[in-house]
């Protein structure tokens, strides 16, 4: 065993939604049980005019915070930022993981991570992705700004820790599939008969390729097929939204507009027969891990993490990006599996088997330690 280490998370922690905050929730839960973790947490992390969904407002007065987080960090520069450096610098950590994903924070984490340098405490970036989805090309810069600093990189997708080389060639990285999430409660819900039903589930933002899902699923046109989209709408997509809508009063969409919580979402997950993730563009998904834990197919785009989990014709299915001529079939393959009662969960627990929380912690504590300096 790796000797106990002495880990800072700085970033969004649960209750604040998403998938950002779910995975340094999970991440820091397993490596707790062999190392000493602090989480310095935002309270609010985006203004609300930045904000393109519905903005969840400060946590300060959430029922829900962790008992263990401390909630100070806000979008606010400098803010609470000094604070924290303070207080990050008291404690002196073996090393401080910081979850990067999007171009907005660059200018914070550039500033933190410098400091900390300074003062001899090692920095590890969790890439979610390294750009942002659908970015221009000053977002980018902003971004190579801001990982200046970084001396680790983590990655669940090969092909981004490949980018990283470019700008970050001599930083040693890992690269693991994002482990399964086993936070939602059980569920004893399960696929109605006589409908196939498929879900989208999370943010539902450009990248996404909801609109490639609603061309296939017109396409296809079968009566039995039925599309549950659940999750908060990002700006910008009125026309989608409101084709979304036409196809609910015909019966063939479950609209969700709204963030679903965790025990809605069991129940949504549970009571389908296949998740969907036509995505443009990936580096990893959440959606995918809960797919997983409630043992479902998944019919997803070959991009990113996502074929590390999604084995073709065993656990689901890929397609190409935005080919939705390949999706349609990707649909057609698992309605006909559904209809020979096919059984998907042998292999769904064969791939889940190495993708535990626990087995990422280790994995990581073990990257650390392998690269002390």
């Known amino acids: 065993m790796s000797k106990r280490l002495n880990i800072a998370i700085v970033g969004p922690f649960s209750p604040y939604p998403g998938g950002i905050a779910n995975h ?38 959430s029922q829900h915070l962790l008992p263990h987080a401390r909630y100070d960090l806000t979008y606010i520069f400098p803010g609470s930022w000094p604070k924290v450096l303070g207080r990050l610098v008291r404690e002196n950590p073996d090393v ?32 979610h992705n390294l750009f942002d989805h659908e970015s221009a090309s000053w977002k980018k810069a902003f971004c190579r700004f801001g990982l200046k600093h970084a001396e680790s990189l983590v990655f669940h997708s090969g092909e981004e820790a490949s ?100 025990g809605e979402a069991a129940e949504l997950f549970s009571s389908s027969h296949a998740v969907v993730l036509p995505y443009r563009r990936a580096t990893n998904s959440g959606v995918l891990a809960h797919a997983i834990q409630a043992e479902k197919p998944v019919i997803a785009s070959n991009s990113g993490g996502i074929p590390l989990a999604v084995k073709d014709g065993k656990t689901g299915y890929l397609f190409s990006p935005g080919n939705v001529e390949e999706l349609v079939e990707a649909i057609e393959k698992l309605c006909a599996d559904i209809d020979s009662d096919r059984d998907f969960v042998p292999d769904i627990r064969s791939i889940a088997g190495g993708m535990s929380w626990e087995t990422f912690a280790r994995d990581l504590a073990g990257f650390i330690a392998d690269n002390d300096r």
């Open 24 to 61: 340094s929730t999970r991440l820091a839960e397993a490596l707790e049980s062999e190392h000493d973790v602090h989480r310095e947490a935002f309270s609010n992390p985006f203004p609300k005019l930045l904000y393109p969904g519905k903005h969840p407002g400060s946590l300060r007065n």
């Open 96 to 127: 401080v993981i910081i979850p990067w994903w999007t171009f907005f924070y660059a200018l914070h984490y550039r500033w933190l991570t410098g400091r900390l340098r300074k003062r001899g405490i090692r920095i590890i970036f969790m890439c």
């Open 163 to 262: 980018l990283a080389k470019g700008f970050l060639s001599a930083i040693p990285s890992l690269v693991r599939p994002h482990p399964v999430y086993d936070h939602l409660p059980p569920s004893s819900a399960s696929p109605p008969k006589g409908r196939i039903h498929l879900l989208f589930f999370g943010f539902v933002r450009p990248y996404k390729g909801l609109d490639d899902l609603i061309l296939a699923i017109e396409r296809i046109g079968n009566p039995k097929l039925h599309l549950t989209i659940a999750g908060d709408w990002w700006k910008g997509q009125d026309a989608l939204h409101a084709r979304c809508r036409r196809l609910a009063e015909e019966g063939i969409v479950t609209l969700l507009d709204r963030y679903v919580e965790d």
